[in-house]
């Protein structure tokens, strides 16, 4: 299995601009999750989906984030308009969605915000 | 909600020696995840373990759930073990959320 795909894996762009970053989870899985990390607040989840559809978004910083599952192999997360304290690395993950289940985790997108 | 806490905070080791990392957590659990992230970034899933003790070649886990701990064992360190080892925790009732450690970031010097 070629494991969860992001895309892209870097991005740099400037303030006010639109990003749009890109997940393929593990085919078969059935939960897909969104995570932050930065040196200051650590790894924090954003977003999770099960059987396509928002399970829970309370971690989603405010509404400039959006995320979106239109199918069970892959799932976007627009930042509009981006700031440059949105500058981390972005990793999805996914998990069979079964229960209380394993996380794997993508590669992860380093974003950096100008 | 639930707060995780991983120590030491930092650890310095010889290649070939052994460690202990601790996570200790504030409240019941049904999932726990330890983790490995390298120096490039990348995040492994090293063990699920809500209880009890698992073991994958030169690492294992104990979790006390009762006790509200988890331990993770390296023996025989080599560099390519250097990373930061994060310790997730999930309450469960259905939901699939994990809150992560601060972590402990591991350098194994030759």
């Known amino acids: 299995d070629a494991g969860v795909i992001q895309s892209p894996r870097h991005e740099v762009t400037e303030m006010g601009q639109e990003v749009t970053l890109r997940c393929k989870p593990i085919?078969?899985?059935?939960?897909l999750f969104w995570y932050r990390q930065t040196m200051m607040r650590g790894l924090e989840l954003l977003i999770y989906f099960n059987n396509n559809v928002p399970i829970d978004d309370s971690g989603m910083p405010e509404d400039r984030f959006s995320a979106k599952m239109p199918n069970a192999s892959f799932s976007t997360l627009k930042i509009q308009p981006s700031e440059p304290r949105d500058s981390a690395v972005y990793f999805c993950?996914?998990?069979?969605?079964?229960?209380?289940?394993?996380?794997?985790f993508g590669p992860g997108t380093r974003l950096l915000v100008l | 909600g639930i707060q995780v806490e991983q120590s030491p905070p930092d650890l310095i080791l010889q290649e070939g020696a052994n460690s202990t990392l601790r996570c200790n957590f504030s409240d019941s659990v049904n999932n726990l995840q330890w983790f490995h992230q390298n120096p490039w970034g990348q995040l492994i899933n090293l063990f699920y373990i809500p209880s009890g003790t698992k073991q994958n070649g030169r690492l294992s886990a104990t979790t006390v759930a009762t006790e509200r701990y988890s331990l993770l064992y390296i023996s025989s360190s080599q560099t390519t073990d250097s990373g930061v080892y994060f310790c997730?925790?999930?309450?469960?009732?259905?939901?699939?959320?994990?809150?992560f450690g601060t972590g402990t970031r591991l350098t194994i010097i030759p």
């Open positions: 997730a925790v999930e309450r469960g009732f259905g939901n699939e959320k994990l809150t």
């Open positions: 085919s078969g899985h059935n939960s």
């Open positions: 993950a996914s998990s069979l969605g079964q229960g209380i289940e394993t996380q794997y």
